[in-house]
């Protein structure tokens, strides 16, 4: 008699409290190519990641000034993490690292940080390998531009 | 599942448990089988309540969500807490400075929240002091002590720190009246009548920025100052005391204290104040007290020693205070949510006096004075009285509002919580408290606008309530709802020291305010290293700061040798993470102090002399990451003349072999 009392509440509370929960909330599957996107895509770009960037804007030429600024942020936010060579401290070196992956999965990937180590078939792979995840930096959406300038640059663009 | 129907069991064993052993006075009011489901939040969900609760003797604030009873959060206020290096960084040691110097402890009785128009808007929470006489101001956006205000002529700062309706003040009154701190305190106590005074402090609080700042103190009659509320609506304008031991003893109290068939409640006219201020009524006087202030930005507190403060003599300035005779050492002094009613508890009574505003000002306007107290008129008690609510229990303590015309008063003698309408003075309903209940709270339900679902009464004795831990047993709060005409009980959950008032307010007049991080590129603080590259070691003369990062998970640098004995280091951690809820933690061994726990975007100082010759491992002890483990470091020491010179690094330290082997 109290089990069916318990059942009845339960069952009341399961009703009740199965709001939606956010797309950030879900936990990881483990599989991606299925999934969709934040965005509604219903099948996933392994080149575009997940994410609000869809495309960026780049001039053949580098932007300096935009390089510099992503250097200063690179000092502060990333840098601890990362070197500029191809020599894995924390993550990975970024030395070609902009020729590994698209501009736009990059930028998604530093902005959306949680959503793509969920989600990311080679994001995942390289969590495998550092085994830290890599930490939601806060990085605004210019931020990550200057940052994609950055890696430019440190890549051989002039 | 297995576990509610486990918790149901065990409610019907300790609801039969109840039966047979406690008998309580009202058996419909014994914890019913809904009760768990009443209290139930389910694992990943937030509670609709957020409930702040004094620490009493621990000197810190604790926050509960409701109606789960989870315990969310312990801010340290008055206390130092080596669990979050408050008081023992070097950043917040000036937030305990006091004119008496560091104090390491208090014993925080009364939170209050902020409000606008006589509404409670999450903005802040105070907290007063009891010991040393200070109020707090707690910043709800950051959970964290933002402000600490000294009060000079002050002892034992209990009424306090209730606030006007639009937080223009926050008030402290004294419980121990004294010589005022300008005077000679150094006479013989038995002149208590002559020499002692009760001072009542008014705290201007900035609209904006909420900073504390004295405005005033009334020097009022020599007694002791209890609790107090603020008009509101119609009352606004006005503050009222509860005030016993009006017999002006000093010594026994227990007994010559209680002499009295009534003592008082003291109406303050707070604008008649203000008047006599503008109009230059006050004298300064010389005194001393700390104010500090914690920066958000630069991550630091400063402390600076004021020294004036200006008195308005309420003997000499009529018409600012009035005495109303209330019955046996009131406690309670309460104002319902219209303003008209002023509720006062006299704890040794064995009724409720209703007091009527609208009376009051008929009584002075007529000065239907029965006489005057050391200056003071005081008051006819009919020619203030609204009714007294008769026979409801033995000694009343505290009352809350439901904003629906009805009020709710512990007692703390017969171990209850009684209902009464405040129109007809009826009791409406009542049901026991285990044990000896002091305070209650409904959230708002001291403002204009009560959420009357809840009621928590905070109980001075746990006695049998919990499975025995020794001697010492937590302290108890008990959860009713409210929501029906009868009140019912739905959950005990154990507190932190010991809770007297408490508030609460609905969680989303907060929750969305909360921050997450603190900007790095935002951090002032003068030892913030922005980034890796800017990390260093700087030995001036004894002095050695160490500029050092911390992100997951490694600190930089993590290698530092050439400290030798003798020297003071510094180490001036920045967390450079900027995500939610990841702190790192740096401890290092001998330390004699605390450790640090770096909030994301944050830079604190931890101050360590080495004792000894030796090598000092340092490492993080809040769990970041999977190679948390692997957050370490050493600090090499060595003798006061050696010539070891000074280095730092990360990661590049490595042994002579592997080193030629690497290039």
Known sequence: MKKLFAICIISAFMSACGGKTSETDEPSTGESSIEKTSDGNPSYDPKRGTGKFTSVDINPKLDVSLADSGSAIFSVKCGSCHKLTGEKLVGPGWKGVTSRYSAVWIMNFITNTDEMLNKDPKAQAQLEICLVRMPNQNLSDNNARSLYEFMRQNDGVK | ?663
């Not at chain 2, 004298?283 to 930005?297: F, M, R, S």
């Not at chain 2, 300035?317 to 104002?335: E, R």
């Not at chain 2, 409720?352 to 008129?377: L, N, R, T």
């Not at chain 2, 008690?381 to 505290?398: I, R, S, T, W």
Request: net charge neutral.
């Open chain 2, 1 to 663: 599942m297995k576990n509610l129907t486990t918790r149901l069991l065990m409610i019907s064993i300790v609801t039969v448990t109840f039966f047979s052993a406690c008998k309580p006075k009202n058996l419909n009011n014994a914890v019913s089988g809904d009760a768990a489901a009443k209290a139930y939040v389910a694992p990943g969900k937030y509670d609709e309540y957020y409930n702040f609760l004094s620490g009493g003797f621990s000197g810190q604030m604790s926050v509960y969500g409701l109606p789960s009873g989870r315990l969310l959060r312990v801010i340290p206020v008055f206390s130092v807490d080596p669990e979050k290096g408050y008081g023992y960084s070097e950043e917040t040691k000036p937030m305990l400075n006091t004119s008496h110097g560091m104090v390491p402890w208090d014993d925080l009785h009364h939170p209050e929240l902020s409000q606008t128009n006589g509404e409670v808007d999450g903005r802040w929470i105070f907290g007063n002091a009891n010991n040393t006489p200070r109020v707090a101001r707690i910043d709800l956006k950051t959970f964290r002590t933002a402000e600490i205000i000294e009060l000079p002529n002050s002892a034992g700062n209990h009424s306090s720190p209730f606030i006007t309706e639009n937080t223009e003040y926050v008030v402290a009154g004294t419980r121990f009246s004294v010589p005022g701190d300008n005077e000679n305190g150094d006479v013989p106590i038995n002149t208590y009548k002559k020499n002692f005074k009760g001072y009542i402090s008014f705290i201007s609080v900035g609209k904006e920025d909420g900073k504390m700042d004295i405005a005033f103190q009334l020097k009022c009659p020599g007694v002791n100052f209890d609790l107090s509320h603020a008009g509101k609506a119609k009352s606004h304008g006005w503050f009222f005391f509860s005030c016993y031991n009006t017999e002006q003893a000093n010594t026994l109290l227990e007994v010559n204290a209680s002499q009295r068939d009534k003592d008082f409640i003291m109406a303050v006219n707070w604008k008649k104040a203000e008047e006599y201020l503008k109009a230059g009524k006050g004298k300064k006087e010389i005194v001393k007290y700390a104010h500090n202030y914690y920066n958000e930005k630069s991550h630091t507190a400063i402390s600076e020693m004021r020294h004036e403060v200006t008195i308005l003599d309420t003997k000499e300035l009529k018409d600012i205070c009035y005495f109303i005779p209330c019955p046996k050492s009131p406690h309670g002094c309460d104002v319902d949510p219209t303003g008209e009613y002023i509720v006062g508890s006299g704890k040794l009574a064995a009724l409720i006096p209703v007091f009527s505003f609208d009376k009051i000002q008929k009584a002075i306007a007529d000065k239907a004075f029965e006489g005057e107290f050391d200056g003071i008129p005081v008051i006819k008690y009919d020619a203030a009285l609204y009714g007294e609510v008769k026979k409801p229990g033995l000694g009343p303590l505290h009352t809350e509002f439901d904003g629906k015309g009805n009020a709710y008063t512990s007692f703390f003698v017969s171990s209850e919580v009684v209902k009464w309408n405040i129109k007809d003075l009826k009791v409406l309903d009542r049901v026991p408290t285990y044990y000896s209940v002091g305070h209650l709270c409904i959230p708002g339900g001291d403002s204009r606008k009560p959420s009357p679902k809840y009621m928590i009464a905070y109980n001075k004795i746990t006695k049998d309530r919990y499975l025995p831990t020794g001697p010492e047993l937590a302290q108890s709060a008990q959860l009713f709802d409210i929501s029906g005409d009868k009140m019912q009980l739905i959950l005990d959950f154990p507190t932190i020291g010991e809770p007297h008032y408490a508030q609460a307010i609905p969680a989303e007049l907060i929750k969305n305010n909360s921050v997450k991080f603190f900007k790095i590129e935002e951090n002032t603080n003068p030892y913030v290293s922005q980034g890796e590259g800017n990390t260093k070691v700087v030995r001036t003369g004894k002095k050695i700061d160490v500029y050092m990062t911390a992100i997951r998970s490694h600190f930089s640098p993590d290698n530092i040798e050439g400290v030798k004995l003798g020297d003071e280091v510094y180490f001036h951690v920045t967390n450079l993470e900027q995500d939610w809820d990841v702190p790192h933690g740096f401890a290092v061994k001998g330390a004699v102090n605390s450790e640090l726990l770096i909030m994301p975007g944050e830079t604190q100082t931890l101050k360590w002399v080495p004792d000894r010759v030796g090598m000092f491992p340092m490492y993080c002890t809040d769990f970041c990451s999977a190679l948390h483990q692997e957050m370490q470091g050493y600090i090499r020491v060595s003798p006061a003349g050696s010539n070891v010179p000074l280095t730092f690094s990360t990661g590049t330290n490595l042994p002579k072999e592997e080193a030629a082997a690497k290039k």
